[in-house]
């Protein structure tokens, strides 16, 4: 690429892309104050360069002239019934958005208040150091975010096995012989809760030093295409293929449980509960045939080293989290937990430092329960399965002020529809995003933050699960023309406190930071333990409050300076210092110091997981319905949110309904014609896309869609509207160990619809 002659005024930054959980590093060239141009670090310590079609639209989203600078207010609706908003100065948006509190909260408790996070927390630095606060000072337990329906049972499967939702052991993608990738699509998604940028590049290499890649999907992804084996399940069945594999294992002893004698007593035992997952029975479940199954175990075996990986396919079916631990057990069984080439914990930077006795008080969940179906908290959430339920359905405790942060759950999460209603019926709406959408139309009050480029970056929550430890911090690339993320987070906590519209946020920051400081010195293992905290509080770094925060983390974690008592360790200035990000080394065993189970071992054997795996051989005798549907990601697409950007939508509208050529025949559908797809819950029409790439049973709507709702401000994504998959998804069936959401596998009956006939409202499937 030639490049036009630089201008004086022109400047490099790198920072790490935030839009997904690859953490690709950019390099950033800024021109006469504004972006020239976003390319892959080459330097970067870990993305070498990579950049996805997504990485270089930072720029457009920057430059929208739909995402929102200044704060909305709702001021009733027009003549069609669109909510109308103005933009109002910040005082004045505060102002309102206390009233609103101290009225719901006045006339229908605290209870009555509730709060929804989306996706992009994960990547925001201010939510990782400023929502716990937030939370806390809402007093409510009314917590939902888009972690049910995503990756919940994950968490809920590591909790109760090793003691801690967060010890998610990752593959160990560069080193490993055998990569199984199950309801997974990399080289789509990037990856997830596997951060590895340039995840396809990795696969490839792999490939290249013989390794082979496995890929279970019922659909032929991009990953299925490069796959050396592809296996196509029936979707929301591969707890009992997994559970097929195990059982072989054990019956051909080749199950290598020594490794694991002294952390995983039990796994020995768990062959007597695997007995009837035959090959055969399996076989007949899944559509898998049975020597398929026993030639994954044969393999996983044979394979000096071998790491199995399961993402969205295996956690939003009705057994995500039973999935997520038999997936966990084939790790075991197989030798590869925890040693280098297998499934392994990362060290991020910013953890705390617990010493190396495994032990702990362990994992508790239920300790409430939604009110309208019972379903347990976990985690402190509860399932968003149960929101519009816990709007609509009148009693004592129902949601009447809902906040949402960086969310959008009308086209993120099951029955979007009646989601839609609820909030339209709720007596109060905050919402903390950048965009007027069909979520935050039901707002009174739009508080946006600044753009990614406004504010400093480091990946908290995603180093958790890295396949190399790394660390990298990135400051803004411009000053940002508003409050920060963590000041609006740190006012709502102090408005939610009921300190009123004028509170100061720094009350805030500087409670967070200090309890921070003062539970790190009271930590024996912690490197300042012992410490006096005013001594350290007056040593902290950093430009902003997350900063601040972030400062402390890093440097009381296990690489960290401790504030002087390893001098060689790091700290924010370190970081500043490392543009292209610090490379910690790769993974190393962690057990079993990692576990935090109260019995110090890994509990291959808690009940839940007996009991899940007793409901599981139950169905093994049952039908399967005749038609289901699966999602899809689309690799120029980001959830919901990123259908704004020019760049991103160019060319047809992607939001088919995939459709197998003999359903197709038989259903009398045509390529490029329109389907009303029905479910139990809602319809939907949809262009069809006749293709082989998903089998005859299966049909895929990407979801995000359906940007046609009046009100919104997103003048391209409404010229793309596509539709709402989850219009379809069904919110009465949940993995009950986690409440997570059934995104795959929802039975639906698909028709032919006439361009001139209007979507039924709702009608059963056969
Ligand atoms: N059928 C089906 N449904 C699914 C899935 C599926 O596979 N199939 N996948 C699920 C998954 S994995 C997820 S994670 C969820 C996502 O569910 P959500 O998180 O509810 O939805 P997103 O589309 O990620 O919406 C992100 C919101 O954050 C806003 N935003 C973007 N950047 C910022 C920022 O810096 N600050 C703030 N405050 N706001 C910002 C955007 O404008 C948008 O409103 O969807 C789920 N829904
Ligand atoms: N381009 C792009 N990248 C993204 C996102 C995006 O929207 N677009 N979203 C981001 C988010 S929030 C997340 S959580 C990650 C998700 O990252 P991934 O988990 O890699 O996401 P998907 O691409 O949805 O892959 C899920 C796969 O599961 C398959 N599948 C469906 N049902 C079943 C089943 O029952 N069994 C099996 N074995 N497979 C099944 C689908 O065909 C699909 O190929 O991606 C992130 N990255
Ligand atoms: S893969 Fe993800 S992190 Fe990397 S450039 Fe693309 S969107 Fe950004
Ligand atoms: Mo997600």
Redesign the pocket.
């Known amino acids: 690429m030639t490049d036009a002659p630089a201008s004086p005024d022109e400047r490099i930054a790198y920072r790490t892309c935030p839009l997904?959980?690859a953490t690709c590093g950019l390099e950033i060239t800024v021109r006469d104050g504004r972006v020239h141009r976003i390319r892959g670090d080459r330097d970067d310590v870990f993305s070498h360069g990579f950049i996805c079609p997504k990485g270089s639209t930072l720029q457009h989203l920057h430059e929208d002239p739909d995402r929102l600078r200044r704060p909305l207010v709702r001021r009733g609706v027009d003549a069609d019934g669109a909510p109308v908003f103005e933009e109002v100065d910040w005082d004045e948006a505060w102002r309102i958005v206390a009233e609103r509190f101290a009225a719901v909260r006045d006339a229908h408790g605290a209870d009555a208040v509730a709060l929804y996070l989306g996706?992009p927390n994960a990547h925001l630095l201010a939510s990782g150091t400023h929502m716990r606060a937030l939370i806390r000072s809402m007093g409510s337990r009314k917590l939902f975010s888009a972690s049910t329906v995503?990756q919940m049972p994950r968490h809920v499967a590591s909790g109760h096995l090793y003691g801690d939702p967060v010890a998610i052991p990752v593959p160990d993608l560069d080193r490993t012989d055998m990569l199984v990738v199950?309801?997974?699509?990399?080289y789509?998604?990037?990856g997830?809760v596997c951060t590895a940028p340039g995840f396809p590049d990795r696969i490839e290499a792999m490939q290249a030093r013989g390794g082979t890649l496995w890929v279970?999907?019922?659909?032929r992804?991009r990953t299925a295409q490069q796959a050396d084996v592809h296996l196509r399940?029936r979707?929301?069945t591969?707890a009992v293929l997994l559970a097929a594999v195990v059982r072989h294992l054990f019956a051909t002893g080749t199950a290598r449980t020594g490794r694991l004698a002294a952390a995983a007593p039990d796994l020995d035992r768990v062959a007597a509960f695997v007995e009837p997952f035959t090959p055969e029975a399996a076989a007949r479940v899944t559509g898998v045939a049975a020597a398929d199954i026993t030639a994954l175990a044969d393999a996983l075996v044979a394979a000096p080293t071998a790491a199995v990986y399961g993402?969205?396919?295996?956690n939003t079916?009705e057994f995500g989290t039973l999935t997520a631990w038999l997936i966990d057990v084939v790790n075991m069984c197989t030798g590869n937990v925890d040693r280098p080439g297998g499934v392994m914990f990362a060290r991020p930077a910013a953890e705390r430092c617990r010493g190396d006795r495994p032990g702990g008080r362990g994992y508790r969940v239920g300790r409430w329960t939604s009110r309208v179906n019972g379903r347990p908290e976990v985690q402190g959430e509860l399932p968003v399965a149960d929101l519009a339920d816990e709007i609509l359905v009148p009693g004592e405790g129902r949601i009447r002020l809902l906040v949402t942060v960086a969310g959008n759950p009308v086209l993120s999460c099951p029955d979007g529809e009646r989601l839609d209603e609820a909030l339209a019926s709720l007596d109060a709406m905050i919402a903390v995003d950048i965009y007027l959408n069909e979520t935050t139309r039901h707002a009174d009050v739009i508080l946006p933050p600044p753009s990614s480029l406004e504010k400093s970056h480091y990946d908290l929550a995603l180093y958790q699960f890295h396949v190399r430890n790394v660390a990298h911090w990135s400051p803004p690339v411009f000053p940002p023309s508003g409050p920060l993320e963590e000041d609006i987070l740190a006012k709502l906590a102090a408005i939610a406190a009921g300190l009123g519209p004028d509170a100061d946020p720094a009350l805030v920051h500087d409670q967070i930071l200090r309890s921070l400081v003062e539970a790190e010195v009271a930590n024996e293992h912690s490197p300042i333990a012992g410490r006096d905290p005013d001594e350290i509080l007056a040593a902290v770094d950093g430009d902003t409050p997350a900063d601040r925060v972030l400062d402390v983390l890093v440097r009381t974690g296990p690489y960290g300076d401790g504030f002087g008592a390893r001098p060689d360790g790091l700290s924010l200035a370190v970081l500043a210092a490392h543009p292209h990000g610090v490379d910690l080394g790769p993974l190393e065993p962690r057990l079993p110091g990692r576990l935090r189970t109260p019995s110090g071992v890994i509990e291959v054997l808690a009940d839940p997981f007996v009991t899940e795996l007793a409901r599981l051989a139950q169905r093994l005798d049952h039908e399967p319905p005749p038609l289901v549907l699966?999602?899809?990601?689309?690799?120029r697409?980001?959830?919901s949110w990123m259908h704004n950007l020019e760049v991103l939508v160019r060319g047809s509208n992607r939001c088919t309904l995939q459709v197998n050529p003999a359903d197709a025949e038989r259903l009398g559908l045509v390529d490029g014609g329109d389907a009303e797809v029905r479910s139990r819950v809602g319809a939907v029409r949809a262009p069809v896309e006749i293709t082989d790439d998903v089998p005859p049973g299966v049909v895929s709507l990407p979801h995000?869609w359906g940007h046609d709702r009046p009100g919104t401000r997103l003048g391209v994504a409404r010229a793309h509207a596509g539709v709402n998959s989850n219009r379809l998804t069904d919110p009465a069936i949940v993995d009950p160990l986690s409440g997570n959401a059934v995104l795959?596998?929802i039975p639906v009956e698909v028709v032919p619809a006439p361009a001139d006939t209007p979507v039924s409202a709702a009608s059963a499937p056969a």
């Open positions: 997904c959980e996706n995503d199950i309801g997974a699509d990399p789509t998604s990037n997830s279970i999907d019922p659909r992804s399940p979707p929301g591969d993402r969205i396919g295996t079916v699966i999602g899809r990601r689309q690799l697409s980001n959830n995000g795959n596998g």
